[in-house]
């Protein structure tokens, strides 16, 4: 794997997911999700995972963004309010934290990369991560029906 390639694929990551949080616009904000993700399975590709980069492409890159446009256009709220300070400062402390978070387990985790096969990745996708699957799964689809619901509402 290359290392500028990486570095520039990591610099690229970390832009857009930050316009997808400043972003007030949440049609701008879901295309940067979509391209955030679409990067990220990018980065999977050079580590050498391609069945993680299809899952990636599929599922993050493509069906969640639309997914996120369906509701907005559903609930046709295509701007948020700005943050207050304080949310600022939370949101600044807990990616703090997440950044001390992942540094330590990057300087004490295995420093080895193997690839995973799709045999090993079916195995643990059914067996250690079928449980947080499903509940997402059934989350999405309450956001969706809820979107549905206050679309209706508003209209009659």
């Not at 999977?44 to 963004?65: D, K």
């Not at 256009?73 to 300070?85: A, E, G, H, W």
């Not at 402390?93 to 978070?101: H, I, T």
């Not at 540094?103 to 996708?125: C, F, K, M, N, Y």
């Amino acid at each position: 794997m290359s290392l500028t390639a990486f570095y520039l694929l990591a610099a690229l990551i970390i832009v857009f997911a930050v316009f997808a949080v400043t972003t007030a616009n949440m049609v701008r904000a879901a295309f940067s999700l979509a391209i955030t993700f679409f990067l990220v399975a990018g980065l999977y590709l050079m580590l050498g995972s391609p069945a993680l980069a299809a899952i990636q492409f599929m599922v993050n890159a493509s069906a969640i963004p639309i997914m996120t446009l369906f509701i907005i256009m559903m609930t046709q709220s295509r701007s948020t309010p700005t943050p207050r300070t304080w949310e600022m400062v939370l949101g600044l402390v807990a990616a703090a934290g997440a950044l001390v978070f992942f540094r330590q387990a990057v300087v004490h985790g295995d420093s080895q990369i193997t690839p995973a096969g799709t045999a090993v990745l079916g195995e643990g996708l059914l067996r250690a991560a079928l449980l947080p699957f499903e509940i997402a799964s059934v989350l999405l689809l309450l956001a969706m029906i809820g979107a549905i619901a206050l679309a209706r509402r508003r209209d009659g």
